[in-house]
Every structure is written in structure tokens, then in C-alpha cells.
């Protein structure tokens, strides 16, 4: 059983579409999050979740909305693609927000 | 900017031997965890040692926590090839606007060669 599941896993579309990453965990945990790792490999929180209730947006662009329709669920909606939002996007939770972490495989977004 | 800070950026040794990787960070934490990632696979948690704490073990892993130097260290004994992933330590801020906020730094490629 995957912990933490997250769809699709590659994802390559035209700049100025809009694309949903769609992520749901099977932990019972109460808090979501969406990260970006960029080319080099650095990790950057975008939003959390705790309880279906959005607790951290890190200047994120508004083009990118996050959906929580329940605690076992959390989305990643992005408008107007741009070549900049071209990275891996990975979703992960936690029982409370400073416990330990578990990711997904993440989503590899390119932007052409 | 980036709270945690590993060094060095890649470390290349072999089977059998340890590895030790430091992370370096900026203000005041909670707890600090270490993370190991596959290529093209998610993060896995390896450990989290809480600022109250100076050393923890798991297995061939040992952290070290000196909030005083505000840096941790991981060390793996007697590696072995399925040790070669990118290591990452991520902090988690003292203050309410950084409560729950893990802060990654950009990792250190480790390549154990047999």
C-alpha cells in the first residue's frame, strides 16, 4: 500500500495551460504539504495543509491554488503554466506539523 | 533563503567505509530530521532528533544535534552501494510563523562505489 500517492508522475504541457497534480495519503494524518525541488535539487516548501485548513502559503504565485477536500486529500491546481514552473513537485504528510515527514514519488512538471 | 545548509555538496567513497555529512542552519529549531533521496524517487525519513537531544542512532546511522554551533552531523558506518542517494537535512523554526515550516537544504550526493 503507497503512503503517500501522487498523480500523474511526468507531466509535460504548453506554457499557459492549466494542470491539477493530485495527491491523497492513507496515513490518518492530519497535515499535507506541496514542495518544489528545482534543478538543483533544492527543496521548497510551497503550501501545508493541517485538517483541511491551509496554514503556510510561502509567496507562492496566486496561479498556483492548493484544494484540500478532506484531511486525506490535497491538490495542487496551476494556472497559465509558466517555463519556470518546470520541476519536481512533491506532496507529503505528517501527524502534526512538526513531525516526521512522508513524501511521495513526486511529479516531474515540464512546461514547453 | 534556505535554513539548512549541508556540506559537503558531494561525497564519494567506498563500500565499507563511513560517511559523514554536516548541516549547518540559522535560527533557533525544534527538531531537525534527516532525509535520504533515491534518484528520481521521493524523500525517505531517516531520523529526527529533537533540540533537547544531542545524539541519536538508527541502525548504521548516527545523527548529532549542537544547537549551540546550530549544526547536526550524519554519519553512516560501514556504507554500502544502496547508501548512494542525496542526503538532506531539513530544520523546523521555533517561531509561530515557522512552526511546521521544514526548511530543506540542497542535500549532499553521496556515491558509494563497491
Known amino acids: 500500500d503507497t503512503a503517500v500517492s501522487q498523480t500523474p508522475k511526468y507531466l509535460v504541457t504548453q506554457m499557459g495551460n492549466d494542470k491539477s497534480i493530485k495527491c491523497e495519503q492513507n496515513l490518518g494524518h492530519d497535515t499535507m504539504y506541496w514542495y518544489k525541488q528545482d534543478s538543483k535539487k533544492f527543496l521548497k516548501i510551497m503550501f501545508s495543509y493541517n485538517n483541511k485548513e491551509l496554514i503556510i502559503n510561502e509567496t507562492v504565485p496566486n496561479r498556483f491554488s492548493p484544494k484540500s477536500p478532506d484531511k486525506a486529500h490535497l491538490n495542487l491546481h496551476i494556472n497559465s503554466l509558466e517555463l519556470g514552473d518546470s520541476a519536481v513537485y512533491f506532496c507529503?504528510?505528517?501527524?502534526?506539523?512538526?513531525?516526521?515527514?512522508?513524501f511521495g514519488q513526486g511529479t516531474r512538471l515540464t512546461v514547453v | 533563503s534556505q535554513q539548512g545548509e549541508e556540506d559537503p555538496q558531494a561525497l564519494s567513497i567506498q563500500e565499507g567505509e563511513n560517511a559523514t555529512m554536516n548541516c549547518s542552519y540559522k535560527?533557533?529549531?525544534?527538531?531537525l530530521q534527516w532525509y535520504r533521496q533515491n534518484s528520481g524517487r521521493g524523500l525517505v525519513h531517516l531520523i529526527l532528533i529533537r533540540s533537547n537531544e544531542r545524539e541519536k542512532h538508527s541502525g548504521r546511522l548516527r545523527v548529532t544535534l549542537d544547537t549551540s554551533k546550530k549544526s547536526s552531523s550524519l554519519l553512516i558506518t560501514a556504507s554500502r552501494a544502496a547508501d548512494t542517494a542525496s542526503y538532506f537535512c531539513?530544520?523546523?523554526?521555533?517561531?509561530?510563523?515557522?512552526?511546521?515550516?521544514?526548511?530543506f537544504g540542497a542535500g549532499t550526493q553521496v556515491v558509494v562505489t563497491p
Open positions: 531539513a530544520t523546523d523554526g521555533m517561531t509561530t510563523d515557522s512552526w511546521g515550516k521544514f526548511q
Open positions: 535560527t533557533s529549531i525544534n527538531n
Open positions: 507529503a504528510s505528517s501527524q502534526g506539523a512538526a513531525a516526521e515527514a512522508f
